[in-house]
């Protein structure tokens, strides 16, 4: 599975961004897709994930980010809204088989994208 993710950019606190993620080849046995990020210092952290009846969020974004998924393109999207410079991190996507906030429970990940929050 290629996982190419999108979307990134530099934008104001309180303000919003959208991410995307496509997954191309042999998607067989994906059934979840997630986000996760790594601030600069700081361990990768569990964003967001969803499969195809629910969705999992880290309680840091909850209210704030939503994933959706659109399963005829096999891409997942990241809605960002009241950004804060602490979400200011690499976003990286993810694909695998059970809905987790653990990263091991990903085998397929995308490169990732920057996204920065300025106060």
């Known amino acids: 599975v290629q996982l190419q993710a999108s979307g990134g950019g530099l934008v104001q606190a309180g303000g919003s961004l959208r991410l995307s993620c496509a997954a191309s080849?042999?998607?067989?046995?994906?059934?979840?897709m997630g986000w996760f990020r790594q601030a600069p210092g700081k361990e990768r952290e569990f964003v967001a994930a969803?499969?195809?009846?629910?969705?999992l969020y880290a309680d840091s974004v909850k209210g704030r980010f939503t994933i959706s998924m659109y399963n005829a393109k096999n891409t997942v999207y990241l809605q960002m809204n009241s950004l804060k410079p602490e979400d200011t991190a690499v976003y990286s996507c993810?694909?695998?088989?059970?809905?987790?906030?653990?990263?091991?429970?990903?085998?397929?990940w995308g490169q990732g994208t920057q996204v920065t929050v300025s106060s």
């Open positions: 993810a694909a695998g088989g059970v809905i987790s906030a653990e990263a091991s429970d990903f085998g397929s």
């Open positions: 080849g042999r998607t067989f046995g994906m059934f979840v």
């Open positions: 969803i499969n195809w009846r629910s969705t």
